[in-house]
């Protein structure tokens, strides 16, 4: 099974790209050699097909193993990230990454794409198995809008842009076809499965107290085998994990009304101080400066959308 390297790509917080600045950005990507990240979230949508070289990927508190022309769903804050036994050579991945606002934009106010991805997307269901043609369709498509990205500047006219939304529709409506018709692949276990349970466990309850001597004595572990084994699934310590989704809950109820002060309150963290700088570390600037930031890239997006 999957065991932590040596050396692990750093990932306290992944925002989209320079292209991202449209509100979404396409990859393909081929490497020769990959090191496996830590688990992490972002918060928009990624649409991800493997194609070959990847061994397991996991996502909250399931396994998967990885097949030739497998598309991973995974809305936003999802903690995800990949895992393997060795290093990996020729991994090859393709993805598109969507802002929630460019996302109800597609949905032509037809569809809540975004309630149907979520509703469809909990409990541990995110990935289906496309056929060949389906999936080089998939493939196809968000080459030529990463194509299209790559050839046109940010402040390329509508035009452009209107191509690339085109062509994200088919990609959605490939999908939601997929997801309303294929039965989802089933995740593997861990293990003996116990790692599973305290993921789930600490998925629930990450707002909470947790101690990791607590942990080990309610799943009857000892400590030196649960840090052990927690690494070797996630990538991260209990402790960085769970400060961790402490800090990307924070990030999602920036845009309510809610004082930053109560925000930390609500999302584990005993006070201000530990707050600030746990979130500061993560995110790479305070909390104050991450909300006007987002506010003002969310007002853009939804001005921008308004004229098109």
Not at 110 to 131: A, E, K, M, P
């Amino acid at each position: 099974m999957p065991s932590v390297l040596t050396e692990t790509v750093q990932a306290p917080f992944l925002p989209m790209g320079q292209q991202g600045q449209q509100g979404y950005e396409a990859h393909c990507q081929l490497s020769e050699t990959f090191e496996v990240t830590q688990f992490h979230c972002h918060d928009y949508y990624e649409f991800y097909i493997h194609l070959r070289g990847g061994e397991f990927m996991g996502v909250d508190n399931q396994l998967y193993l990885l097949k030739p022309n497998q598309v991973f769903i995974l809305p936003p804050f999802s903690m995800h990230g990949l895992s393997c036994t060795g290093e990996m050579h020729n991994y090859e991945r393709a993805y598109l990454n969507l802002s929630p606002e460019v996302l109800r934009v597609l949905s032509c106010g037809q569809i809540d794409l975004d309630q149907f991805f979520r509703s469809h997307t909990s409990g541990g269901v995110c990935t289906y198995q496309l056929s060949e043609p389906d999936a080089q369709q998939f493939v196809s498509w968000v080459r030529r809008i990463r194509d299209n990205q790559v050839n046109h500047s940010l402040d390329s006219d509508a035009f452009h842009r209107f191509q690339n939304y085109s062509l994200m529709m088919d990609i959605l409506n490939l999908l939601c076809r997929t997801v309303r018709k294929a039965d989802p692949v089933e995740g593997e276990p861990f293990g003996n499965g116990i790692i599973q349970e305290i993921l789930s466990y600490i998925n629930n309850h990450y707002t909470q107290p947790i101690r990791i001597e607590n942990l080990a004595r309610s799943f009857g572990v000892s400590i030196s085998w649960l840090s052990h084994e927690f690494v070797r699934f996630t990538n991260r310590s209990v402790y960085d994990y769970v400060l961790y989704r402490r800090v990307m809950l924070a990030r999602q109820q920036m845009l309510g009304s809610a004082s930053l002060n109560d925000i930390a309150y609500q999302c584990g963290f005993n006070d201000y101080s530990n707050f600030l700088r746990s979130f500061s570390k993560i995110v790479g600037m305070s909390p104050s400066q991450y909300r006007k930031q987002l506010k003002q890239y969310r007002k853009k997006e939804i001005d921008e959308h308004m004229q098109l």
